[in-house]
């Protein structure tokens, strides 16, 4: 019996065992001219195998490439693209550099942190009265988004010096809009106040009856 687990592994498996099985064909072809002749077909015969392939940016550069791994890089063709080599394909990357410094307030999170030490490098004071005002509206909407219904100006401007590690200041007279969130917060507590009334006179008719 022919089982798979005797055979040679395969490369690629995505690809099945008769494309490899091509491929080694195709690499013990003597005459380069006719490889690259027949390497052409298998090429096409694996883009139809994989037509998922076709949503990749230069699928075909993927086929060719494929082509070398399901080989062992050993197949010696003229390829259209460069070719890549067995050290390309197991290099790692490079490792992505990771941000130590702790997060000093949760709820606007790191990229607030380091809009505000771009504030603190800005030498021109109304480019930074703009930055401090647009980076305040901001913060408040992060702010108000951990189910808040509202929060004062005050306790912003307070937040961001401190995230400033004091070393900025908010320009005087300066006042935020009132988001969408605090209107929603606002119209909720008038609500309940309201609803709260209602109560307390349908209560008081129903005692006065009794």
Excluded at 36 to 41: A, C, D, L, S
């Amino acid at each position: 019996m022919d089982y798979n687990t005797q055979r040679e592994k395969l490369q690629m498996p995505e690809y099945g065992r008769h494309i490899q099985k091509m491929i080694e064909y195709v690499c013990n072809i003597e005459d380069k001219e006719k490889r690259n002749e027949q390497i052409k077909e298998v090429v096409k015969v694996m883009g139809i195998l994989n037509p998922q392939l076709r949503d990749i940016n230069d699928f075909r550069h993927k086929l060719w490439d494929h082509v070398q791994i399901i080989s062992d890089f050993k197949i010696d063709i003229d390829s259209p693209y460069p070719m890549p080599t067995r050290e390309t394909l197991h290099t790692k990357p490079a490792p992505i550099p990771l941000q130590t410094e702790p997060i000093k307030a949760a709820c606007y999170g790191r990229n607030i942190q380091n809009m505000i030490k771009s504030i603190v490098e800005q030498e021109d004071p109304q480019i930074r009265a703009f930055m401090i005002k647009t980076i305040a509206e901001y913060m408040k909407q992060q702010y108000l988004i951990w189910n808040k219904d509202s929060v004062s100006d005050e306790t912003i401007f307070k937040d961001m010096v401190m995230l400033s590690d004091n070393r900025i200041e908010i320009p005087e007279g300066l006042h935020l809009p009132v988001s969408g969130n605090e209107n929603g917060g606002q119209q909720k507590n008038k609500n309940y106040q309201k609803n709260q009334q209602g109560n307390k006179k349908k209560k008081w008719k129903k005692n006065s009856n009794q």
